[in-house]
C-alpha cells in the first residue's frame, strides 16, 4: 500500500490536476500528471467510475494499482509531480501482468518515468 504521503486525497488536488495538468491515455487506462514543487515526491490518486462496476471491482482494481506502483513503477517516477489515474472499463479485463505491462506503457507516454537502471533495491520501494 502506498504511504499516506504519496497520495492525492481532497477534491480540490483531483480537481487541479485534471484542469491544468496533462494527459496520457491508452485502452485501459487515462493518465493526467501536472508538476507541483511543493512535494518533495509524486502524489498519486486513482479514480475508477461506478460505470466499471460495483464497490467490489472498483476496489480491487484500485489495490491492484497501488501495489504496482508500489512495486515497480514508484523507484522511476519523476518526483514533484501529482498524478491522477483514470480506469477505463477495459482494464478489468487485465491480469496483473498485463496491468502492469499497460500501466508503464501510459506512464511513458506521460513521460513521467525516469531513465534508469532496472536493478533497485526493496528499500528504494514506496
Known sequence: ML???YRLAQKTDF????????SAANRHFVLYVLPNQK???FRLGISVSKKVGGAVVRNR???LIKEIVRLQLAPRI???HDLVIVVRKAA???DFHEMSKSLAHVFN????LLKTDK???RQDRV
Open 3 to 5: 504511504q499516506k504521503a
Open 39 to 41: 512535494t518533495e515526491h
Open 109 to 112: 507516454r506521460g513521460k513521467i
Open 119 to 121: 536493478s533497485f533495491s
Open 78 to 80: 519523476a518526483p514533484h
Open 15 to 22: 480537481n487541479k490536476v485534471y484542469r491544468h495538468g496533462k
Open 92 to 94: 478489468l479485463d487485465l
Open 61 to 63: 482494481v484500485k489495490r
